[in-house]
Nanobody, 114 residues
Framework: VELVESGGGLVQAGGSLRLSCAAS????????MNWNRQAPGKERELVAE???????DYASSVKGRFSISRDNAKNTLYLQMNSLKPEDTAMYYC?????????WGQGTQVTVSS
C-alpha cells in the first residue's frame, strides 16, 4: 500500500491544519495507522496512532490539541492539528502497519511561525 500525505503548510501559532494521508489500498486491513514527525536535528517521534479497533493514542506533547481519524471508505487517514505551536514544526509522515508489510509516506512539511 502506498501512502501520500498532503495538507502541510505554513501557519501562525495558534492556528490549525488538517493533514491527509491517501492510501492506494484498503486501510481497514491495517493493524494500525499512525502519524509521525521529525524536526531538524531531532529523532522521529510517534505523534498519534489509531488501531484496527479504532483505539487512539497520542504523544503527550499533542494530547488535547491533535486528533487522528480515518475514513475507511475513502482509504484516508487524517490528523487534525489545533492550537499549533512553533515546536510542532516538523516533517509529518503517515505510516501503516499491515499484516505483511509496513508502509510510509514521503512526508508533508508543517511550519508554525511564532
Amino acid at each position: 500500500v502506498e501512502l501520500v500525505e498532503s495538507g502541510g503548510g505554513l501557519v501562525q501559532a495558534g492556528g490549525s491544519l488538517r493533514l491527509s494521508c491517501a492510501a492506494s489500498g484498503r486501510i481497514d486491513s491495517a493493524i494500525s495507522m499512525n502519524w509521525n514527525r521529525q524536526a531538524p536535528g531531532k529523532e522521529r517521534e510517534l505523534v498519534a496512532e489509531i488501531d484496527s479497533d479504532g483505539r487512539k493514542d497520542y504523544a503527550s506533547s499533542v494530547k488535547g490539541r491533535f486528533s487522528i481519524s480515518r475514513d475507511n471508505a475513502k482509504n484516508t487517514l487524517y490528523l487534525q492539528m489545533n492550537s499549533l505551536k512553533p515546536e510542532d514544526t516538523a516533517m509529518y509522515y503517515c505510516a501503516g502497519a499491515f499484516t505483511d508489510h509496513d508502509s510510509w509516506g514521503q512526508g508533508t512539511q508543517v511550519t508554525v511561525s511564532s
